[in-house]
């Protein structure tokens, strides 16, 4: 089985190099701007760390967890391409640990990007001169948490045998979630307006985030509770439907 992993990562190692790059580069430009507050053309600008801070953390994580995640989705597609697929069924290794690799690689990939997530935060938080936040961490986790979704790749790929089928299939299928998602969204965002209009008389900024920020906090708690469970839920049943794919013998 460890050939078979080394053969992934190795397959995939031009995709972990550009999310690398892109990664280090963004992280270095976001220093570069909280740095700037304080010792360039920033300096003086009120407001700007408060602001800039909680996006630049957030958005690094995405780029190293989802660059991380999805840079192995294409290698499935390409086995069947190159006939590895078939080839495969002839290894004296049983189906059981041919899945299990390809789920081990994932993985790692997807433990790579939380710690460069981290990373970043550390890093950005010692450029615009801020303690390491807590909140920012347990966002983070949760995110990667939300992030095992991307092993559902695995048993779409070896269903579909291509990417952009599975692609369209997962957009038809959650759908209907998604409408739900963006409609309670619309509601919360117009209930959270009228309140913020109903306290302190004027709908901005400042007066949305006093009235998000105890809504958001509590569903932080919850999600971060919920997390580890969700987590091994997921992955043990997408291992069990994959399995269950690859058995299948699609070629």
């Not at 660059?67 to 069947?80: A, E, L, R, S, T």
């Not at 599975?166 to 979630?177: D, E, I, K, Q």
Request: aromatic share 14%; net charge positive; hydrophobic share 50%.
């Amino acid at each position: 089985m460890k050939g078979l992993i080394y053969r992934e990562l190795y397959l995939i190692r031009k995709t972990i190099v550009i999310t690398l790059l892109v990664y280090f580069i963004f992280v270095a430009m976001m220093s570069l701007v909280c740095i700037s507050t304080y010792a360039g053309n920033l300096k003086g600008v009120d407001g700007v760390i408060e602001t800039f801070y909680p996006q630049a953390y957030f958005y690094a994580a995405c780029i190293a967890l989802v660059g991380m995640g999805y840079g192995h989705n294409d290698i499935i597609q390409k086995d069947y391409q190159s006939r590895w697929q078939l080839f495969s069924y002839t290894l004296p290794v049983s189906d059981r640990k041919i899945i299990a690799s390809k789920f081990i690689v994932r993985g790692i990939l997807l433990l790579t990007g939380l710690v460069l997530a981290i990373l970043a935060e550390v890093i950005i938080a010692a450029a615009a001169k801020m303690p390491v936040s807590a909140d920012h961490i347990k966002n983070i986790l949760i995110l990667g948490a939300v992030m095992t979704l991307c092993f559902s790749e695995i048993p779409l790929m070896l269903r579909f045998k291509n990417q952009n089928k599975g692609a369209v299939v997962t957009l038809l299928a959650t759908s209907p979630f998604m409408a739900a998602c963006f409609y309670f969204a619309w509601r919360f965002t117009k209930f959270c307006m009228s309140e913020a209009e109903r306290l302190y008389g004027e709908v901005n900024d400042k007066t949305m985030a006093k009235v998000l920020t105890p809504y958001f906090d509590k569903a932080r708690e919850i999600c971060f509770i919920i997390a580890p469970f969700f987590v091994v839920g997921v992955i043990a049943l997408l291992y069990v439907w994959s399995l269950k794919e690859y058995r299948r013998r699609r070629y």
